[in-house]
Nanobody, 125 residues
Framework: QVQLVESGGGLVQAGGSLRLSCAAS????????MGWFRQAPGKEREFVAV????????YYEDSVKGRFTISRDNPKNTVYLQMNSLKPEDTAVYYC??????????????????WGQGTQVTVSS
């Protein structure tokens, strides 16, 4: 069992930055690929970024490439999402998720085993 707790969301002006953190419980964090997803009002949840269990494989959704950076600190059981040059369209609830996967990490949400409760990110124009 893995429990995930996100933090770091908030209100920021367009062009600003936020850093989301996701702290995981359990001793097997390093066996999981970790993903970030988001859900805007009235929209379906969508993939944002994922990092493999080693940290060597990373994928981003096209609209965040060059602006967002995912990273992980396995000894601290934490994954991060650094978000720069934020836009109003980045406004959403952001969720971290864990996928028990020692291979290529997935971008499909139904591949993930555990989810956090989400943290709100609001970008004002």
């Amino acid at each position: 069992q893995v429990q995930l707790v996100e933090s770091g969301g908030g209100l920021v002006q367009a062009g600003g930055s936020l850093r989301l953190s996701c702290a995981a419980s359990g001793r097997t964090f390093s066996s999981y690929a970790m993903g970030w997803f988001r859900q805007a009002p009235g929209k379906e949840r969508e993939f944002v970024a994922v990092i493999s269990f080693t940290g060597r494989t990373i994928y981003y959704e096209d609209s965040v490439k060059g602006r967002f950076t995912i990273s992980r600190d396995n000894p601290k059981n934490t994954v991060y999402l650094q978000m720069n040059s934020l836009k109003p369209e980045d406004t959403a609830v952001y969720y971290c998720a864990a996928e028990r996967n020692l291979g290529i990490p997935s971008r499909r949400e139904n591949s993930y085993d555990y989810w956090g409760q989400g943290t709100q990110v609001t970008v004002s124009s």
